[in-house]
Nanobody, 127 residues
Framework: QVQLVDSGGGLVQAGGSLRLSCAAS????????MGWFRQAPGKEREPVAA????????YYADSVKGRFTISRDNAKNTVYLQMSSLKPEDTAVYYC????????????????????WGQGTQVTVSS
């Protein structure tokens, strides 16, 4: 079991940056692929970025490539999402999630690939 707590959201102007953090409890964090998803009002939850359990391989949605960076620190049981060059269309609630199975690479993945979710953190980008 993994419990996740998201933080770091806020209000930022277009072109600005934010770093989201996701702190995990439980002893199996380093065995799970981790992902960040987002959900804007009236839209479905969509994958943004993902990282393999070892941290060596990352995946990004086309809409954020070159602007967002996912990373993890297994010693601190934490995954991060560094967001730069933010756009108003990045406005959403952002959720971190842990993969359903140990040592499984889902690529960017879909929501059903992830069994454990944070509570979400709001990111608002003003124009």
């Amino acid at each position: 079991q993994v419990q996740l707590v998201d933080s770091g959201g806020g209000l930022v102007q277009a072109g600005g940056s934010l770093r989201l953090s996701c702190a995990a409890s439980g002893r199996t964090f380093s065995m799970h692929a981790m992902g960040w998803f987002r959900q804007a009002p009236g839209k479905e939850r969509e994958p943004v970025a993902a990282i393999r359990w070892s941290g060596g391989i990352t995946y990004y949605a086309d809409s954020v490539k070159g602007r967002f960076t996912i990373s993890r620190d297994n010693a601190k049981n934490t995954v991060y999402l560094q967001m730069s060059s933010l756009k108003p269309e990045d406005t959403a609630v952002y959720y971190c999630a842990a993969g359903r199975n140990y040592y499984t690479d889902y690529g960017l993945g879909k929501a059903y690939d992830y069994a454990y979710w944070g509570q979400g953190t709001q990111v608002t980008v003003s124009s």
